[in-house]
């Protein structure tokens, strides 16, 4: 026989023996002995109870989010950058027209015709009639005055040091009425020297779309003939005949371009002084005396 059981018996008979549990042996140690006995598990699925596929790259996560586009609404288109230009210039324009034709938004300014205030009643005439109270000249241009230039040739006519020359003392207000003339119809831009001082900081806007001619004569009345000026008086058919002069002329005037303009009062006038008071309620003015032969009315 072979000797192959002897030496399985041998083997057996070398082969420690496994010994009982023993009861008293740590708890620790049975559960690692129960570890070691226990079929070995698969492991566990890598990534298991994210989102998004169970990806567990975040790169690819945030990939994924990134690919979602935002859903359009809408109403919240944005407004395109022409239709904003457009819109600012139209608000551009605007100011500047109304700043340019608006008359300080006051009623004498904005008064197409300068017609006078109403007719007060005046008690005293013949007959206890009723008798209309004009304004003067003076009178009349202290309104448009107070409406269009106050602001910046201030109301005691001295104007603002280095900004707005003065027309108190100005040699352009006591001069010729040519010269002012036509610096209140088409404005004055650039330098210009008034009593010794320079003034070139602003620019002097031009009236003849904004004033009548009658306005224009009323205000150039007052200024020559207040604040201590003692010019001759300025009528409206002398400035319509300067607004004809000058109609070829579209831009405004510098100080050459007035120096070089004779200084003399514009053709028609009567050279008298510009403060004449209006009648008295009740009074009848009285007439002047008529030309002589050869000589043109005054007005």
């Known amino acids: 026989m ?21 009861r008293h042996r740590p708890r620790r140690l049975l559960q690692n002995d129960n570890a070691m006995n226990e079929e070995p598990k698969p492991p566990a699925r890598i990534g298991q109870g994210m989102d998004y596929g169970e990806q567990s790259d975040v790169q ?16 919240a288109e944005p ?32 008064d197409p015709m300068g017609a006078p205030p109403p007719a007060k009643k005046a008690a005293g005439g013949p007959a206890g009639g009723e ?25 005691n006519g001295l104007g603002v040091p280095g900004q707005y020359p003065p027309l108190a003392g100005s ?3 006591n001069g010729g009425s040519r010269r002012m003339g036509m610096i209140v119809l088409k404005g004055l831009q650039g330098p210009v020297k008034v009593k010794g001082q320079q003034f070139g900081s602003a620019v002097m806007q031009p009236w003849d ?51 070089a303009a004779p ?11 510009a403060g004449g008071a209006p009648p008295k309620p009740g009074e009848a003015a009285k007439p002047g005396a008529p030309p002589k032969p050869g000589e043109s009315s005054k007005y």
């Open 2 to 22: 072979s000797d192959r059981p002897e030496a399985h018996l041998r083997h057996l008979q070398h082969r420690r023996p496994r010994p009982p549990p023993d």
């Open 60 to 75: 690819q996560v945030h990939a994924a989010v990134q690919r979602e586009k935002r859903e359009p609404r809408v109403g």
């Open 79 to 110: 407004l395109s950058i022409w239709l904003i230009a457009i819109y600012g210039l139209a608000i551009f324009f605007g100011g500047a027209y109304l700043g340019r034709y608006s008359g300080n938004f006051s009623s004498g300014g904005l």
């Open 131 to 155: 008798q209309a109270a004009e304004l003067s000249p003076h009178d009349r241009g202290k309104k448009v005055f107070s409406a269009n230039c106050q602001t910046c040739h201030q109301a």
């Open 171 to 173: 040699e352009f207000t």
């Open 209 to 259: 779309k904004t004033l009548t001619d009658k306005q224009i004569a009323d205000v150039m009345t007052y200024e020559r003939s207040d604040w201590g000026n003692s010019a001759s008086a300025v009528t409206p058919e002398q400035i319509a005949a300067l607004r004809k002069e000058l109609a070829s002329h579209p831009e405004s005037f510098t100080e050459h371009d007035i120096l």
């Open 263 to 273: 200084d003399e009062d514009l053709p028609g006038g009567g050279g008298a002084p």
